[in-house]
């Protein structure tokens, strides 16, 4: 009994003292609640030492960047990169041609441009492998080292995944097309049309399911579905209940030919089919999978009349 009692005294206290913390925070909410509204607030990026000096370490892999002016288009990071998160495509000028391809920072003088340098974070895995081949070392890891050239952003956070693929080309159509590249616009604008296309693919619409919208649909008449359609002549026998179900299927030997019929038998189902009208539709899609034999066809059409 006393056991009993101090359990209860013990349920109280620690529900007083809950409380009384919960008041306490909910009364100075400024200096006690900690969380942050993210992703708008954040954290400061605390100093840290790892035992390298932050000129000859990169401390911070937070993203990676690209001084595309800087890029002479070698694709030695693209070649680099154990996750291939780095797509890069380039066009040389034609003999003869005098596009200027501009000078990077370092004076060399390019001879291609970069119609497309593209890196996708979600796929990046922060192995930095990429920096140490680039010639002209414009491309790094933001932060450490680098400071001075890019500020340093170690969180970048996106609600979308889509929002983590960064483009850095800055080359033109007028310079694809002033190069002499409109080849590269016409197969970059079918691959785009390619994407959209299968953006919007549904899978294949199979005989069932096209049964099924055309009953749904009110604009379309029942008559359009032809197959799902019983015979006139069999319209007064659908009225009488016949006794048909999936397992009456069964009597076919075949493992594939049942396996076909009962998808049918489902796909009827869906379509709201039944008796005489479910019966002719099993039968028309085993007619179309070339699987419907005499013996198939002359018991499914007894099921009509009642003999099995």
């Known amino acids: 009994m006393s056991e009993y009692i101090n359990n209860i005294i013990y349920g109280v206290k620690s529900f007083i003292t809950g409380m009384n913390l919960t008041l306490k925070h909910f009364r100075n909410k400024k200096d006690l609640v900690a969380t942050l509204q993210y992703p708008n607030e954040k954290w400061p990026l605390p100093e840290r030492n790892i035992g390298f000096d932050p000129s000859e370490y990169n401390v911070i892999r937070s993203r990676l960047h690209v001084d595309i002016d800087d ?6 990071c693209e070649r680099a990169c154990p996750v291939d998160c780095i797509k890069i495509d380039t066009i040389k000028p034609p003999k003869g041609s005098d596009f200027d391809c501009g000078k990077t920072s370092h004076d060399t003088q390019k001879k291609m441009i970069v119609p497309r340098f593209t890196i ?9 492998l990429c920096v140490h081949p680039c010639p002209e070392e414009c491309i790094y890891m933001v932060g450490g080292p680098n400071e001075p050239k890019h500020e340093i952003d170690y969180e970048f956070s996106q609600y979308e995944r889509h929002g983590l693929v960064f483009e850095f080309a800055t080359a033109t159509d007028q310079d694809i097309i ?3 590249a409109e080849d590269y616009l016409k197969e970059r604008k079918a691959k785009e049309e390619k994407r959209i296309k299968g953006e919007n693919l549904k899978g294949v619409v199979h005989q069932e399911d096209s049964v099924s919208s055309a009953l749904s649909d009110p604009i379309t008449p029942v008559a359009a579905a032809p197959v799902a359609a019983a015979p006139v002549a069999a319209a007064p026998v659908a009225a009488v209940p016949i006794d048909f179900n999936i397992k009456s299927i069964d ?10 019929a009962k998808k049918a038998f489902m796909g ?7 008796g005489a009208a479910m019966i002719d539709f099993i ?5 179309k999978a070339s699987k419907l ?13 009642g003999k099995n």
């Open 71 to 76: 890029c002479i288009g070698c694709l030695q």
């Open 120 to 128: 996708d974070m979600s796929e990046c895995m922060y192995c930095d």
């Open 178 to 180: 002033d190069i002499g």
């Open 251 to 260: 009597f076919i030997e075949d493992k594939t030919v049942r396996g076909t």
């Open 268 to 274: 009827a189902k869906r379509a709201k089919l039944e």
């Open 283 to 287: 039968i028309a899609e085993l007619d």
């Open 293 to 305: 034999d005499d013996d198939i066809k002359n018991t499914l059409e007894g099921f009509k009349g």
